[in-house]
């Protein structure tokens, strides 16, 4: 039985047949990603905590940081409007198309952040340099239990880890 989302079996073979659908899993299988447990996270949105601006459907290489934030107890709400300040002054940089910070529905001390730059430098020397972006590191370093960071580049539609 194919997935219900299909109207019928052609459907679900049309969309298996297309060539980033094709692609992925010949990564997926190659790289051997299945011996690994899957990790699903469910989360929040909020349009306080994203811009998008159309110029990232046009950009061939975006530069994409996924940052996920652990923080202490119940801190993530007081870094929450230092977060803000991040996606405000994200508006006003020419190079940075997408901020989005998200709270993982299950686990209400996490927070992920996306951002999209033209480049990894305007990301290192420009975005990552602004006085929100600083502000919120220095305001938050006491409250945040660990953070990741994952740089990524899109491939065939998919995100992957680029570095």
């Not at 980033?20 to 190659?30: R, S």
């Amino acid at each position: 039985m194919w997935p219900s989302r299909y109207a019928n079996l052609d459907d679900f073979k049309s969309h298996m047949a297309i060539q980033q659908v094709v692609d992925m899993f010949a990564w997926a299988n190659a790289a051997n990603v299945y011996q690994r447990p899957t990790i699903i996270t469910k989360l929040t949105y909020s349009p306080d905590l994203e811009i998008v601006k159309p110029a990232v459907a046009q950009q061939q290489d975006l530069f994409i940081v996924l940052r996920e934030t652990d923080y202490i107890g119940g801190n993530l709400s007081q870094s929450l409007p230092f977060v803000k300040a991040v996606v405000n002054a994200s508006k006003n940089e020419t190079g940075t198309l997408f901020f989005g910070g998200y709270e993982d529905s299950a686990n209400s001390s996490r927070l992920l952040t996306l951002t999209a730059t033209t480049s990894k430098e305007y990301f290192l020397e420009f975005h990552s340099q602004s006085q929100a972006y600083l502000s919120n590191d220095k305001n938050s370093w006491n409250i945040v239990n660990g953070t990741e960071n994952l740089f990524l580049k899109l491939k065939g539609g998919f995100l992957y880890k680029a570095i």
